[in-house]
């Protein structure tokens, strides 16, 4: 079973910054597009950003311009740099990683963005 590493979260000040990172336990990055989604409390789970297998990403509109996802095929690894955090950017952060051949999830980093 694929399992895949979140490390990064943490508390920060509105205007900070973070860099949550994911690495799955086998190496699924030629084969899996990723990506990383949020969970408040009382919401629903969200798509962050997400990148393709070939490098290609796509954000969510209340992140676009702050946030970058990015993918290291030789570190089998994939990023998520956040800058500009604000308060309403606190959840629970997920990696995710899926293709045709099956859909696997992080168990979450925690992000809180306060004074």
């Known amino acids: 079973q694929v399992r895949l590493v979140e490390s990064g979260g943490g508390l920060v000040q509105p205007g900070g910054s973070l860099r949550l990172s994911c690495a799955p336990s086998?190496?699924?990055?030629?084969?899996?597009?990723m990506g990383w989604y949020r969970q408040a409390p009382g919401k629903q789970r969200e798509l962050v950003a997400a990148?393709?297998?070939?490098?290609?990403?796509n954000y969510a509109d209340s992140v676009k311009g702050r946030f970058t996802i990015s993918r290291d095929n030789a570190k089998n690894t994939v990023y998520l740099q956040m800058n500009s955090l604000k308060p309403e950017d606190t959840a629970v952060y997920y990696c995710?990683?899926?293709?045709?051949?099956?859909?696997?999830w992080g168990r979450g980093t925690q992000v809180t963005v306060s004074s």
């Open positions: 995710r990683a899926w293709s045709s051949f099956g859909v696997y």
């Open positions: 086998e190496s699924i990055f030629s084969t899996h597009a």
């Open positions: 990148i393709t297998q070939g490098g290609s990403p």
